[in-house]
């Protein structure tokens, strides 16, 4: 079973605060992302990676920033934390097959800025 | 505009109680995937169709995609409490990696 684990599954911060999340996944997956998800506004993408030290804006980058430096690591760095970047953050992890692509997801970290 | 747009936007039923959702899209796609995410957890998932009319049964739940490749639908069968949560649909997005995301259909089963 693929498994994707996240450090935390829940952060309390405070504003202007350096934040790090961390996502581990063990089947030697290329891919890697992180998205945030938000009530009415779904899963938006943040940052990808589709290799080690390699990286790609998603749709709502500012105020983050990412670092992939082994194949089995992400992580989801908020240099200077405010209040808007309160939400629950997925990392997820991804297979290609064929047409189909498969994203497995961690359990997400729930992170509030004070 | 949305690339996917999913409806109902909240649906609440009582167990054993039928429910179909959708997800519809002015464009195109090759494939397009169901995911469910319960309650505290990430989303896991469901199935990927790819065929114009294509039909997936997956016990009591019945995905099919359109014969134009622009929309989908999930039909669940005698509901039960366990099937409670949020059910995305999602296709490739502008590169070969992303996958862009509906806003989903959170479903609640009442017991």
């Known amino acids: 079973d693929v498994k994707v684990t996240q450090s935390s599954r829940y952060l309390v911060k405070r504003t202007g605060e350096k934040v790090f999340l961390e996502c581990v996944q063990d089947?030697?997956?290329?891919?890697m992302f992180w998205y945030r998800q938000d009530p009415g506004l779904g899963l938006r993408l943040i940052y990808f990676?589709?290799?080690?030290?390699?990286?790609e804006k998603g749709d709502i980058p500012e105020g983050y920033s990412v670092s992939r430096e082994k194949k089995e690591r992400f992580s989801l760095i908020l240099e200077s934390a405010s209040t808007n970047q309160t939400s629950m953050y997925l990392c997820?992890?991804?297979?290609?097959?064929?047409?189909?692509?498969?994203?497995?997801f961690g359990p997400g970290t729930r992170l509030t800025v004070l | 505009t949305q690339l996917l747009e999913q409806s109902p936007q909240f649906l609440s039923i009582q167990e054993g109680e039928n429910l179909t959702v959708y997800c519809n899209s002015s464009?195109?796609?090759?494939?397009l995937q169901w995911y469910r995410q319960e309650p505290g957890e990430g989303p896991v998932l469901l199935v990927t169709?790819?065929?114009?009319?294509e039909v997936k049964k997956l016990k009591r739940l019945t995905f099919q995609f359109g014969d134009a490749r622009k929309d989908s639908s999930l039909h669940i069968t005698a509901a039960q409490p366990g099937d409670t949560g949020l059910y995305l649909c999602?296709?490739?997005?502008?590169?070969?990696?992303?996958?862009?995301f509906g806003k989903g259909t959170l479903l609640t089963v009442n017991p």
């Open positions: 997820a992890s991804r297979r290609t097959s064929g047409k189909s692509d498969t994203q497995y």
């Open positions: 089947m030697d997956h290329e891919n």
């Open positions: 990676s589709y290799d080690v030290k390699m990286k």
């Open positions: 464009s195109v796609f090759s494939s």
């Open positions: 169709v790819v065929t114009g009319g």
């Open positions: 999602a296709v490739k997005g502008g590169s070969n990696y992303k996958l862009t």
